[in-house]
Every structure is written in C-alpha cells, then in structure tokens.
C-alpha cells in the first residue's frame, strides 16, 4: 500500500508510545528512507552549526553539542537494526540493502566533518590544560579517537576513498548476513515416522512439533530447523546417526551452499576492503588497527592469553575424546567420533558418570521462572525491579514489555524481552537498545532489549530451557542491565559502548548466579508439581559443569585463533575455506571437534566488524568475570552488598565514563588473575603447564 503523502512520517515525530516507546504499529518499511534523508540533513546542519561556531573552541560548545548531535538519527537506525534483527521481512531486507552504504557515507562525513574536527583536534591538544572533569576529558578523549580511527587526518583524497571503502564494506556485510538468514531460514529436515524420532525426548519431539506448525506443516509434522535451540539437541539426542550427520552437514554449511547466499566470495572481499582500510590507517594488518583500541592492545596480548588456554584445553578435549570411544566400545559401536556423533556419545558419559539427564533437568527450567530468576537476581544485588505491562504491545507479539525501577523506586526505563526463534529472526542471541540513557540527551529511561531464540513450546505447554539455554537467558540478561544500570552524563559513554573485550564481562558474570544453589532451590521447580529441584540433582548438576569443557574450549579458541591470524594477513587468502582448514591443520584441531563457527557464516566477524579480529573477547572477559566473582565468594555471600554496591558503581553503571582497567580496578582493587578461569574451566588439572 503507498504511503500518504500527506500524513506525518512516524519516525520523524516524538515517540509517543507508552513509556516513549515507537510506534510501531504506524511504521512501514517505505518510512525509512525518507526519514534517514531527513535525519542526516539535520545531523549535519547541528555539525555545520559546531564548525561554523567564531568562538575559540571550549569543552561547552564544542564536545557538549557534538556529543547530542544526530539524536534523531540513532533513533531511526535503532529501530531499523532492531526491525531488520528480530522482525524482518522482503521490504525491510531491501531498506537495509538500500540505505547500507548511504549510512556509512554519511559517518564517515560526519567524523570527518572539517570545521568540528578542527576544533575538536585543538581541544584534544590541549585537554589536559583545561580542567575537566574526568567524565569530560574521557568524553572529549573517545570522540577525538573515534574521529581520528575514522579517517579524519587523512586529506581530501584519501578521506574519500576511506569513505568508499566504508560504503563497500557496509553493503557487504549486510549482504553476509542477509545470506545467513537465508540459509538458516529456509532450511527444515522433515522427520518421518517414530524411526525418525528415535531417542529424542519428549521435550525435542515437542520442539520439532511446535516448529512445524510455525512453518505451516501439517498437524502431526515434526522438522529440525537450524536455530541452535532445536538442532543441537537433536545432535544430542536423536539416534539416527543418519540423520545427525544430514543435521550437522546443514548447519555447518551455511554461507557455503552456492547460489546467491554463498558467503566465501563475500567475507573475501570484506577482508580485502578491510586491509585497505588498515593500510589507509598506517597498519600492516586489519588485527592490528582492531586491537590498538582494545584493553588488550596488540595481536600478541590476544595470541598469549588464547595459546594459554588452547596448549590446556587440547589435552582435555583428548581426554574426552577417548571416554567418547570408550562409551562407543560398550555400545558395540567401531571407528572413530565424528562431528555430528561428539554431541550425542558426549550426553551417554555425561550421563553415566553424572547420572544426570537433559530431560531430568529442563522440567526445573521453564522459562517463565528462569526470567523470574534473572530480574530477583538483579533485585537482590542492584535493587531494580521489573513489572510486567501486557498491555504495551512492542513490534511482535512474542515480545513482552517492562518497566524498570530503580532502588529508591524510581521508573529508570523498559525492557524488551524477546525470546523465541521465528523465520524472521537472526540466529543467536544479543541486547540491542532503542535509546540509551544520556542526561545530555535529555534521556533518563533507557530502552533495552534481549534477543533469544529459543524454541517455543506448544499452546498451553511451558518453554523449556536447558542449563545452557537458561545461562544464555542469564549473559543477554547482564548485557541488558549494563545498559539499564547506566546512569552517566554523555551519550557516547553510555550503556554497553565500552572497549569490546570489556562489554562482555557484566554479561558473562551474570551467569555465575544462575548455578548459585539459593537461586536455583528459589527459581528451578517442576513445571507441573512446583517442587524446587532436589539438591542432590544440583549436586550432581554442579559436578557435571565441567564436563565438556575441553570440547567447549577447543572450539571456540580455534574459532578465535582463525579469526585473529586472518585478519593479520597483509595479502587476504583468496579462499576463506581452504584458509580455514590450513589454519586448522597448523593448530591441530582435533577432525570431530572443530571451530565453533566456521568462516562461511561468522557473523561475529563478517555480518558487521564489533568483533572482527575480536572473538577473543569472550575468553578476555572470563578472566576477568571468574576473578570478579571470586570477590562474592570471599565475601562468602553471592549477594554481598557492599560488593555488589562496588559492581553496581564501578561496571554496570558507569558505562565508558572510565578506562576498563581502571574500572575494574576500583571494583576489585587490583587486575584480575588467570586462575580462576582454568579452575573455573576445569583446566588446572594436575600436570598441566603452572600459570
């Protein structure tokens, strides 16, 4: 339907949803661009207005103003990123496609823009002189950074071709993920019959069901899709070898299948554009020009901390190898583990050593109360409190809205939860925002959101989250209340816009209370009979949490070492693939284990560049949440105040208003130590290399 030509663009209007949410009932794809075009024009004319300013330049009118520029567009592109990741369709696809290289022309125009950089570049000289407050001179600090890191020294000619090397590689890697998407969505394996369904419990066949009816399939239908919530517990439970070698060969395809969504050409060229843009910038490599605005610094940094873990990690993930083999040996089963067999022979030890079964825990899991469990957890540490409002409708009707108060009781912003996996979402899981908190901005209520995806039970049956499903419930949960809790003065400090390998730490030490036995005997009961979950089950969960992990770590640091050496090769391989494996080859990564995400459908990596050359991060961050969580346990209470008032102040509220290693600081009163992530990860084990 064409839009009126007459009737007020929505997206150029205040919100005037509840609790200043959009609305998005008015939006249509075709809203977009004309208010992106408009939104820019205005972003400019603010900057036009800063350069033009005849006054020396001052903290006040230049950072200050530069800071709350380009309020309306970040607002239009939020609601675009979110629509695109979690609601999407063929018309907003197309947006995304259309206007990709026009927003990435317009930052570079932007960070470059002449008359602000000037003034901003004779602020930075002198930003020492000028007496401010730290909050200030770390504002003035990062916004110069970021200019600078955008090519705003460069002259003319070269600040042009920076700005189509940014435009190409913004269409591109919209393109990767568009193909992922693709790929994901539009793949179902069809399971015929009882012998199809062999060895799936009651919960995965529930799964499969309920995605069948998603797809239109008749009553009875029972597929596989490849959301990660469905078809790794088919790896891990289905009999059929058969079928869980056809399951796995499809998921690890992805983005390799030829056709129009094959990705190899795509990442090549992205990793192509991303030299040039390295090299622009004076470095040799892309890692080199990611890492220089990492705590960690340089590619070594990264490579020792990884070589640490990956040199412990190959043995234990060979431990578990051979009890593989050993649980196949008593099956009558010959040869050797494959891929698609790891998952599946994994469970049979985990069971027999453990005596602990996947379908023994989930009933203990349901959604509805892990939720309850992640907004008590924050209530009993932060004193926030979440209150339901289904009366607010958001941009799905999966989607279930709150309003947040503070401690002193306080509306302090809205929380989106998103949590089931649909055609029109990406995979994995991730915080977005529609608006962070930013007093320069006028905003004090944030709008956060969570994305999982999970597989929805049936009508009138609960969700049932495994232990892992439950933990990512918990990390997307810390990330939303970084940016919930942020309480600074300037936008460009607020919320989760923190170095990349510290944005994952008050995700990652979320996590750790979910396994804390008062939350689980509180949180974790029978769906049907309200039991809390027995302690001799949590026992023999808790026993079991290192099982696994040599497998666990194998494959997410070979995934991390790949990322980093190829983005350090100053010639990009011509194949990503053949790349791929030779890196492999070189690590000895063990055949059935294999990188958690291979290069064909690394979104992390290709379907934007926040964590290229950056997969590292989560391993960064676990050193630092393991030793975090030790100052509870020394403590001797998982919700100490006093701690958790000094991770309130120093992490999850004061967004990038101070450097992570001196926030972490202030927190912990020291740096962290490495042990106790290998204890935590069960790599400490006697013989192992001393730390």
């Known amino acids: 339907m064409p839009l009126d030509p007459v009737a007020p663009n929505p997206l150029l209007l205040p919100w005037s949803g509840p609790f200043g949410l959009p609305p998005f009932a ?9 208010a992106l075009q408009e939104a820019m024009r205005q972003q400019i004319a603010e900057l036009d207005a800063i350069g033009a300013a005849t006054e020396l330049p001052s903290f006040d009118n230049t950072v200050v103003p530069l800071d709350k520029a380009g309020a309306l567009l970040y607002r239009i592109e939020a609601v675009l990123s979110n629509l695109t990741s979690s609601q999407t369709s063929p018309e907003l696809q197309a947006v995304q496609r259309d206007t990709a290289a026009l927003l990435a022309a317009h930052d570079s125009q932007v960070k470059m823009h002449p008359g602000v950089f000037a003034r901003l570049d004779a602020l930075h000289e002198r930003r020492h002189a000028l007496e401010l407050a730290p909050e200030q001179l770390r504002l003035l600090e990062r916004l110069h950074q970021d200019a600078v890191r955008a090519g705003a020294r460069f002259d003319a ?19 990767f993920a568009q193909n992922v998407l ?13 012998a199809d369904l062999a060895g799936l419990p009651g919960f995965v066949r529930a799964a499969a069901a309920q995605a069948a009816v998603e797809r239109g399939l008749p009553a009875g239908s029972h597929v596989i899709t490849l959301s990660r919530s469905l078809i790794v517990p088919f790896l891990t439970f289905s009999e059929r070898r058969d079928l869980r070698e056809t399951a796995w060969r499809a998921w690890n395809a992805r983005g390799e299948t030829g056709g129009e969504t094959d990705n190899r050409e795509v990442a090549r060229q992205i990793l192509v554009l991303r030299q040039a843009q390295a090299e622009a910038h004076g470095y040799a490599c892309y890692a080199d020009y990611a890492l220089a605005d990492t705590m960690a610094g340089s590619q070594k940094a990264v490579f020792d901390l990884l070589n640490e873990v990956w040199q412990r990690a190959l043995p234990a993930a060979e431990r578990e190898r051979q009890a593989l083999i050993a649980m196949m040996r008593s099956h009558g089963v010959a040869g050797e583990p494959e891929a698609w067999d790891w998952r599946y022979w994994s469970e049979k030890v985990r069971q027999a050593r453990f005596s602990i079964e996947e379908s023994e825990l989930k009933p203990y899991f349901p959604l509805d109360r892990m939720v309850e469990a992640v ?26 809205v709150y309003e947040v108060f503070d401690a002193q009781g306080r509306s302090a912003g809205v929380f989106l939860h998103d949590n089931f996996a649909r055609q ?33 039970g049936a009508p009138g049956e609960p969700t049932l989250l495994s232990f892992d499903d439950a933990r990512t419930l918990f990390h997307e949960f810390g990330h939303g209340l970084h940016g919930l809790l942020s309480r600074v003065t300037y936008h460009r400090l607020a919320g989760t816009q923190v170095l990349r390998d510290f944005v994952e730490l008050p995700s990652q030490l979320f996590e750790h209370w979910l396994a804390e036995p008062q939350v689980l005997r509180q949180h974790a009961r029978h769906w049907q009979t309200g039991e809390p979950i027995p302690d001799a089950l949590v026992q023999r969960l808790q026993a079991a949490q290192r099982w696994g992990q040599g497998y666990e770590t194998v494959s997410y640091c070979g995934s991390a070492l790949v990322d980093l050496e190829i983005h350090a090769q100053s010639t990009p391989p011509a194949d990503i693939v053949a790349f791929e494996q030779a890196a492999l080859q070189r690590l000895c990564m063990p055949r059935a284990v294999g990188m958690r995400h291979r290069l064909p459908h690394f979104q992390h990596l290709f379907a934007g560049a926040s964590y290229a050359s950056g997969y590292y991060v989560y391993l ?3 050193v630092l949440d393991a ?28 967004g990038d208003t101070v450097a992570p290693q001196a926030a972490y600081t202030a927190f912990r009163g020291r740096l962290p130590s490495l042990v106790p992530l290998l204890t935590k990860r069960g790599l400490l084990d006697e013989g192992a290399p001393s730390v």
């Open 26 to 34: 008015q939006i249509a794809p075709a809203h977009f661009g004309p």
């Open 627 to 654: 030793d975090a969580y030790d100052a509870f346990i020394e403590a001797g209470n998982p919700f100490d105040a006093d701690v958790a008032a000094r991770l309130h102040r120093h992490i999850y509220a004061s």
């Open 424 to 456: 029109t979402k990406r995979s994995g899981a991730w915080m977005s925002d529609f608006n962070y908190q930013s007093r320069n901005r006028g905003v004090e209520r944030p709008i956060i959101v969570n994305n999982n995806n999970f597989a929805k």
């Open 157 to 175: 000619e070269a600040q042009a071709r920076y700005s189509s090397i940014m435009q190409q590689l913004a269409e591109l890697t919209t393109r």
């Open 620 to 622: 960064w961050a676990e």
């Open 182 to 194: 693709a790929d994901e969505s539009s793949y179902q394996l069809l399971l015929l019959g009882e």
């Open 375 to 400: 907004f008590d957890c924050a209530q009993r540490l932060f004193g926030v409190r979440f209150e339901a409002r289904p009366e607010v409708a958001a941009y799905h009707p999966d989607v279930k």
